[in-house]
């Protein structure tokens, strides 16, 4: 029997690579060299398409897939993939919830105590010697501080669970108010800003969601505040964080997720108060296996006609 094609977009797991070549015939997007003729040779053997948080599924690549039955998304967010049109055709779409929530929730805490600790410009200070001329000076206290969570989801939801623990008293912001969370809720994201000490923005990217940490809500939150951004780069205008980091209207930031990904803005690079990584919110060798898993999981189920594991559409 003539196995079924997959098409993956992008580099994400080796693991994910080698087990979808087992089970399918792979083709990889990245290694073509003319994209839209290997499209129009393959497109009609592929039926499910594997992207990630750098490249998913956009219009122009499901138009192009004529018998495209599912998209199976190496990713919690769902930013990258048109799901208009995917409901539009009839295309399934999976995601991969729950198995990253602790390793993105715990990134966003050291990121927290990264900036306010200064963990970067310390072991900067030890490995170049310096420490030895002069003291490093002090540094701000996380416990106890006020945490205020843009979108209490999963992720924002165990970010407020740790923050509890360091003692912080916690506030959020989201759509509705969650009956199940004991926190103080504001349904005006400059309310929330204007309340807490530390910002973190958790929530789903969506056309509404797109700078809601705009100039506004960056000057609510002040120049004693904290900007954490975990979710995407586009939650926030960046050329308002610049300039209020270059012009002291905030104290710091802590960023996993930029506006135009790899590219980050080299204004920055020069901070001391601004702690940067290269979107690995949920890159630990435990969680890209689960997360592999449930892409395999949720394809077997499909081509096999059971129930998927973790369905969006
Ligand atoms: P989730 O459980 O679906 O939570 C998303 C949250 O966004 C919900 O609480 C939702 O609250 C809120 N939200 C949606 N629209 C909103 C709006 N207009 N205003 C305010 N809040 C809004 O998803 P999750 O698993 O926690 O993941 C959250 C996001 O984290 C993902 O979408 C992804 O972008 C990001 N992420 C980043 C990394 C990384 O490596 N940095 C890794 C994984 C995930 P309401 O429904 O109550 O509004």
């Not at 497109?43 to 990630?52: E, F, M, N, P, T």
């Not at 008293?169 to 809720?185: C, E, G, L, T």
Request: glycine fraction near 8%; aromatic fraction near 6%.
């Amino acid at each position: 029997m003539e196995k079924i094609g997959v098409l993956m977009t992008t580099p994400m797991s080796t693991f994910l690579e080698h087990e979808l070549s087992t089970r399918f015939t792979l083709f990889k997007l990245w290694t073509q060299s003319c994209k839209s003729e290997f499209l129009q040779q393959n497109s009609s053997y592929i039926k499910a398409v594997v992207g990630d948080t750098t490249c998913g599924a956009d219009s122009e690549l499901i138009e192009s897939l004529p018998n495209l039955e599912i998209v199976a998304s190496y990713s919690v967010g769902l930013d990258k993939i048109d799901l208009d049109t995917c409901r539009d055709k009839g295309v399934r779409v999976t995601n991969t919830p729950d198995v990253l929530t602790d390793d993105v929730a715990d990134l966003a805490i050291g990121m927290i105590l990264a900036v306010l600790r200064r963990v970067c410009v310390g072991d900067e200070f030890v490995k170049s010697g310096e420490w030895k001329s002069c003291e490093l000076g002090l540094s701000s206290k996380f416990s106890g501080k006020s945490v205020g969570i843009i979108g209490l989801g999963r992720i924002g939801s165990a970010i407020a669970k740790r923050a509890d623990a360091f003692g912080c008293p916690i506030s959020y912001h989201s759509r509705s108010q969650k009956s199940d969370a004991n926190y103080k809720y504001y349904s005006n994201i400059v309310d929330l800003a204007s309340n807490c000490q530390i910002l973190i923005v958790a929530c789903a990217l969506t056309e509404e969601t797109c700078h809601i940490v705009n100039r506004k809500v960056i000057d609510a939150l002040g120049p004693n505040g904290i900007l954490i951004n975990i979710g995407r780069g586009a939650h926030i205008d960046e050329s308002e964080l610049v300039s209020a980091l270059l012009e002291g209207r905030l104290a710091g930031a802590g960023l996993d997720v930029y506006e135009d990904e790899p590219e980050v803005p080299e204004q920055l690079f020069g901070l001391e108060n601004v702690v940067l990584l290269p979107h690995v919110g949920s890159d630990t060798e435990e969680t890209s296996k689960a997360m592999a898993d449930l892409v395999i999981g949720n394809l077997d189920a499909h081509f096999n006609k059971k129930p998927l594991l973790s369905p969006v559409t």
